[in-house]
Every structure is written in structure tokens, then in C-alpha cells.
Nanobody
Framework: QVQPVESGGGLVQAGGSLKLSCAAS????????MGWFRQAPEKAREFVAS????????LYADSVKGRFTISREYAKSSMYLHMNDLKPEDTAVYFC?????????????????WGQGTQVTVSS
């Protein structure tokens, strides 16, 4: 079972930037789609962005489109989320997930392995 590991969270002021990283070793991680989700306190987990195994077909939630960029390094089985113009409503625990297959999905059921999450806090 692949176990993704997130890093890069922290505290930032509104309008600032952060870069999240996800390391997910293993053949399954390399050949499948990967995605980012987030969960704010007392809210359900929500989709943020996802990407194909080769770094193509990026998909974004409307709330982050134009501000966040997802990318991937196939050789390193790594994925990144560049977050710009952060807003207080972006505050959440961000999770990295490995897809069940090649489909670039936006639903939790499209993903089979999840990291422990990294906290992102945006102050106003």
C-alpha cells in the first residue's frame, strides 16, 4: 500500500503563498492520478486539485482556480501544490491522495491512499 507524505504547510498572511509537497513512492503512485483535498474545521473534506500520472490534465476546484497550480515530477513520484493569493477561507488540513487508476477525478472515492495531512493557516 502506498503511503503518501505531505509537507510544506504553515502559517501565512492573506495574499501570501505556500508550496505543498507530496512524496508517494511505489509503482502504483507513479502510474496513477494524484490529487489534493482539504478539510476545514467542522466541514467536510473537499476537492482542491488533481493531476494525471504524466503531469497532464490538471483539474481544479472553482474556489482555487487561477490561484493554485498543481504539478508533478514522475521520476520522483512527487506532487506539488503552489498556492498563491491565499485567503483565510483556504485555512484547512491539506491531504495528498493517490488515485485508484489513471482517471483524474474530483471525488474522494476516486482515490485509494491518503496522507496524514499538513495544516495550512491563513491569517487575515
Amino acid at each position: 500500500q502506498v503511503q503518501p507524505v505531505e509537507s510544506g504547510g504553515g502559517l501565512v498572511q492573506a495574499g501570501g503563498s505556500l508550496k505543498l509537497s507530496c512524496a508517494a513512492s511505489g509503482r502504483t503512485a507513479s502510474n496513477n492520478a494524484m490529487g489534493w483535498f482539504r478539510q476545514a474545521p467542522e466541514k467536510a473534506r473537499e476537492f482542491v486539485a488533481s493531476i494525471a500520472w504524466n503531469g497532464g490534465n490538471p483539474l481544479y476546484a472553482d474556489s482555487v482556480k487561477g490561484r493554485f497550480t498543481i504539478s508533478r515530477e514522475y521520476a520522483k513520484s512527487s506532487m506539488y501544490l503552489h498556492m498563491n493569493d491565499l485567503k483565510p477561507e483556504d485555512t484547512a488540513v491539506y491531504f495528498c491522495a493517490v488515485g485508484r487508476g489513471a482517471i483524474v477525478g474530483s471525488q474522494s472515492r476516486d482515490y485509494t491512499s491518503w496522507g496524514q495531512g499538513t495544516q495550512v493557516t491563513v491569517s487575515s
